[in-house]
């Protein structure tokens, strides 16, 4: 069966494929004008090298590249373009590139110029560093007034910037090879963009502590350049090469086990109508658990109560009430009286997930935490207005605000949090790439929250809400775009394999319950009006949510992958057998070898498979 686009992605549109680069032992890939993964004798040395233009709501520019120049020798290679920016109100930014490498040295400069003055939240260089391998691993920091620190890459997640006031940073790719990263022209910090789920640390222009956004002025050029030297001190420089390099990719099966999570579905006041109608297919589903979002800040009110009362009736498992509490008034009096409305809707949820309206938007470095009341006021007044209820906490965004603004657990059942893969960037790879940071979030919040029940979710690709800008983006055409609250890939088969890799990621932080939908609307597991697939028809997504939630309760264990990045695998034992799941994160086939399943696999593009095993 031959799939084409729409299929796998959600869009006819297609990514551009990038272009390769080789100076010697130094490769990467050159996309949409900035530098993917960077790779030294077949090792990531960097992530990403990107100049790259933000808007007041930390939107990203997509620039219009012109004057492309590429020139490839035999060691060596060298780049050039302009970028143009066109802002608001008819400002305009023009970057001049130049790229160039030399066997073991990569210099990226960019030369921005404006004509009428133009406003950003940052215009320059980020820098990526790549998180599995690296991570706790050991660094050397040159800050701008000379002085050079040993030290290491954080493990755990840092919730503030590891490193200020950058000059270079330099870590160990291999035994006997380091590698320097020189930023030039402005101060440089780093941040660790695990927060966010992105798989990687940033280091990037301008302090956060300075003002934004803020005014580059008319006619006066901001140059910058940033170097990557590799030292190689191997007598014998053997070639390290990724070992499933055109062989398949082997699966074992791994010591680690535990218990599945519920599969919970998110229920908004405005898709309510919408989900009863689809009663049917809810129940088909099955989610042990319905989230039920309230916020009286966005007029939800009675009506939308009556309405879950209705949708509760006819759901078989649990139900949690997600409550955006206002905070204009005492805490006590807003919690009494959505608990007033909730007995005239005769609506009992078995839990309540409470959280300041407020704190669902970021508090950057240097900016001034808003007012909010005691989070220990909060729950109190929850535990005062719902009596009998499991109470949970934590942040209605995304574990970069849980890990800022760490809520005190001593009255919480259980903890929650949300990610979202399109923050930073919205590329097929970027998304799937986070899900390597997904294990480090969890692990983080272990840490700081030990065997306390923890809950994920609604994570969804598309946006729900931006804590960091007024906005989330509208996205009319269909593109791939960061931040924007309708992403085209919720309707094609990577939504699928993303979900399912998002589970398998997860599976050892011990959930009690993992959302990674609604049922209906924009993040849901079936089409609405006007979406590119017909209405009421089901996305791919349906088929891992409904295999997800058919699974809670089961046992799982482990399975490794020598290729996690492209293949991820678990075995789950529930009452109907012994069963292998495997996803393909690829948008290309991939030959999988695992000899308990007594099957070579080829899985499609953003496959997955479940596959009968003997005990």
Same mark, same amino acid.
């Given at each position: 069966?031959?799939?084409?686009?729409?299929?796998?992605?959600?869009?006819?549109?297609?990514?551009?494929?990038?272009?390769?680069?080789?100076?010697?032992?130094?490769?990467?890939?050159?996309?949409?004008?900035?530098?993917?993964?960077?790779?030294?004798?077949?090792?990531?040395?960097?992530?990403?090298?990107?100049?790259?233009?933000?808007?007041?709501?930390?939107?990203?520019?997509?620039?219009?590249?012109?004057?492309?120049?590429?020139?490839?020798?035999?060691?060596?290679?060298?780049?050039?373009?302009?970028?143009?920016?066109?802002?608001?109100?008819?400002?305009?930014?023009?970057?001049?590139?130049?790229?160039?490498?030399?066997?073991?040295?990569?210099?990226?400069?960019?030369?921005?110029?404006?004509?009428?003055?133009?406003?950003?939240?940052?215009?320059?260089?980020?820098?990526?560093?790549?998180?599995?391998?690296?991570?706790?691993?050991?660094?050397?920091?040159?800050?701008?007034?000379?002085?050079?620190?040993?030290?290491?890459?954080?493990?755990?997640?840092?919730?503030?910037?590891?490193?200020?006031?950058?000059?270079?940073?330099?870590?160990?790719?291999?035994?006997?090879?380091?590698?320097?990263?020189?930023?030039?022209?402005?101060?440089?910090?780093?941040?660790?963009?695990?927060?966010?789920?992105?798989?990687?640390?940033?280091?990037?222009?301008?302090?956060?502590?300075?003002?934004?956004?803020?005014?580059?002025?008319?006619?006066?050029?901001?140059?910058?350049?940033?170097?990557?030297?590799?030292?190689?001190?191997?007598?014998?420089?053997?070639?390290?090469?990724?070992?499933?390099?055109?062989?398949?990719?082997?699966?074992?099966?791994?010591?680690?086990?535990?218990?599945?999570?519920?599969?919970?579905?998110?229920?908004?006041?405005?898709?309510?109508?919408?989900?009863?109608?689809?009663?049917?297919?809810?129940?088909?589903?099955?989610?042990?658990?319905?989230?039920?979002?309230?916020?009286?800040?966005?007029?939800?009110?009675?009506?939308?109560?009556?309405?879950?009362?209705?949708?509760?009736?006819?759901?078989?498992?649990?139900?949690?009430?997600?409550?955006?509490?206002?905070?204009?008034?005492?805490?006590?009096?807003?919690?009494?009286?959505?608990?007033?409305?909730?007995?005239?809707?005769?609506? #009992? /949820?078995?839990? =309540?997930?409470? *959280?300041?309206?407020?704190? %669902? &938007?970021?508090?950057?470095?240097?900016? @001034?935490?808003?007012?909010?009341?005691?989070?220990?006021?909060?729950?109190?007044?929850?535990?005062?207005?719902?009596?009998?209820?499991?109470?949970?906490?934590?942040?209605?965004?995304?574990?970069?605000?849980?890990?800022?603004?760490?809520?005190?657990?001593?009255?919480?059942?259980?903890?929650?949090?949300?990610?979202?893969?399109?923050?930073?960037?919205?590329?097929?790879?970027?998304?799937?790439?986070?899900?390597?940071?997904?294990?480090?979030?969890?692990?983080?919040?272990?840490?700081?929250?030990?065997? #306390? /029940?923890?809950? =994920?979710?609604? *994570?969804?690709?598309?946006? %729900? &809400?931006?804590?960091?800008?007024?906005? @989330?983006?509208?996205?009319?055409?269909?593109?791939?775009?960061?931040?924007?609250?309708?992403?085209?890939?919720?309707?094609?088969?990577?939504?699928?394999?993303?979900?399912?890799?998002?589970?398998?990621?997860?599976?050892?932080?011990?959930?009690?319950?993992?959302?990674?939908?609604?049922?209906?609307?924009?993040?849901?597991?079936?089409?609405?009006?006007?979406?590119?697939?017909?209405?009421?028809?089901?996305?791919?997504?349906?088929?891992?949510?409904?295999?997800?939630?058919?699974?809670?309760?089961?046992?799982?264990?482990?399975? =490794?992958?020598? *290729?996690?990045?492209?293949?991820?695998?678990?075995?789950?034992?529930?009452?109907?057998?012994?069963?292998?799941?495997?996803?393909?994160?690829?948008?290309?086939?991939?030959?999988?070898?695992?000899?308990?399943?007594?099957?070579?696999?080829?899985?499609?593009?953003?496959?997955?498979?479940?596959?009968?095993?003997?005990?």
């Amino acid at each position: 069966m031959t799939i084409n686009a729409f299929q796998l992605n959600g869009t006819h549109l297609v990514e551009r494929p990038p272009v390769r680069l080789r100076a010697g032992k130094l490769t990467a890939d050159l996309a949409d004008g900035n530098l993917r993964a960077i790779r030294y004798d077949g090792i990531e040395v960097l992530r990403a090298i990107s100049y790259l233009v933000r808007d007041r709501d930390w939107g990203t520019y997509s620039p219009e590249i012109v004057d492309l120049s590429i020139e490839q020798k035999e060691d060596r290679f060298e780049v050039a373009y302009q970028a143009r920016c066109e802002g608001p109100g008819e400002t305009r930014l023009v970057i001049d590139v130049r790229i160039a490498a030399y066997q073991d040295r990569l210099d990226f400069e960019g030369e921005a110029m404006t004509e009428t003055g133009f406003e950003t939240n940052r215009c320059g260089f980020c820098i990526l560093h790549p998180i599995v391998g690296v991570a706790g691993s050991p660094a050397k920091v040159e800050h701008v007034d000379g002085e050079i620190v040993t030290t290491r890459f954080p493990d755990v997640i840092e919730p503030w910037q590891p490193f200020k006031d950058m000059r270079a940073i330099t870590h160990q790719v291999m035994p006997d090879v380091q590698a320097e990263c020189r930023m030039e022209g402005d101060t440089f910090e780093m941040e660790d963009q695990r927060n966010w789920s992105d798989a990687s640390y940033k280091t990037y222009v301008r302090p956060l502590a300075l003002p934004w956004p803020y005014q580059i002025s008319a006619n006066q050029p901001v140059r910058q350049k940033t170097s990557l030297v590799i030292r190689d001190t191997r007598h014998s420089a053997p070639r390290f090469a990724p070992a499933t390099l055109g062989g398949a990719i082997k699966l074992k099966l791994g010591e680690r086990t535990g218990i599945m999570p519920d599969i919970g579905v998110i229920v908004t006041p405005e898709e309510a109508d919408a989900t009863l109608t689809a009663k049917a297919v809810l129940s088909e589903i099955a989610p042990r658990e319905l989230l039920f979002h309230f916020d009286p800040d966005a007029g939800h009110a009675a009506e939308a109560l009556k309405t879950f009362t209705a949708i509760a009736a006819v759901h078989r498992g649990r139900s949690t009430l997600e409550i955006a509490l206002p905070c204009k008034s005492s805490p006590a009096s807003e919690a009494a009286e959505i608990a007033h409305q909730m007995q005239l809707a005769a609506f #009992k /949820p078995d839990a =309540i997930m409470i *959280s300041p309206s407020v704190d %669902r &938007q970021s508090t950057p470095p240097g900016s @001034t935490w808003p007012d909010c009341p005691p989070l220990d006021a909060v729950y109190a007044a929850a535990r005062a207005a719902f009596p009998g209820m499991r109470i949970g906490g934590g942040m209605l965004s995304y574990f970069t605000e849980l890990n800022r603004k760490r809520v005190p657990d001593g009255q919480l059942d259980f903890v929650s949090h949300c990610t979202n893969p399109i923050v930073h960037a919205a590329d097929d790879l970027s998304v799937m790439q986070t899900l390597e940071a997904l294990p480090f979030i969890t692990r983080s919040v272990r840490a700081i929250y030990g065997d #306390k /029940p923890y809950r =994920i979710g609604p *994570s969804t690709i598309p946006m %729900r &809400q931006n804590p960091y800008g007024s906005r @989330t983006m509208d996205n009319p055409s269909g593109a791939r775009i960061p931040m924007a609250n309708r992403d085209p890939r919720h309707n094609g088969r990577f939504a699928e394999a993303f979900a399912l890799g998002y589970a398998i990621r997860v599976l050892d932080a011990g959930l009690e319950c993992l959302t990674l939908s609604a049922l209906t609307g924009p993040f849901g597991l079936i089409a609405g009006p006007a979406e590119p697939i017909e209405q009421g028809g089901r996305r791919p997504l349906f088929n891992a949510v409904r295999t997800l939630s058919a699974l809670a309760g089961a046992s799982w264990q482990e399975c =490794i992958s020598s *290729s996690p990045s492209e293949v991820l695998s678990f075995v789950a034992r529930d009452a109907e057998g012994t069963k292998l799941h495997v996803v393909n994160l690829t948008s290309g086939e991939r030959r999988v070898d695992y000899h308990a399943s007594g099957k070579d696999l080829l899985l499609a593009p953003f496959a997955t498979v479940a596959l009968p095993l003997a005990d």
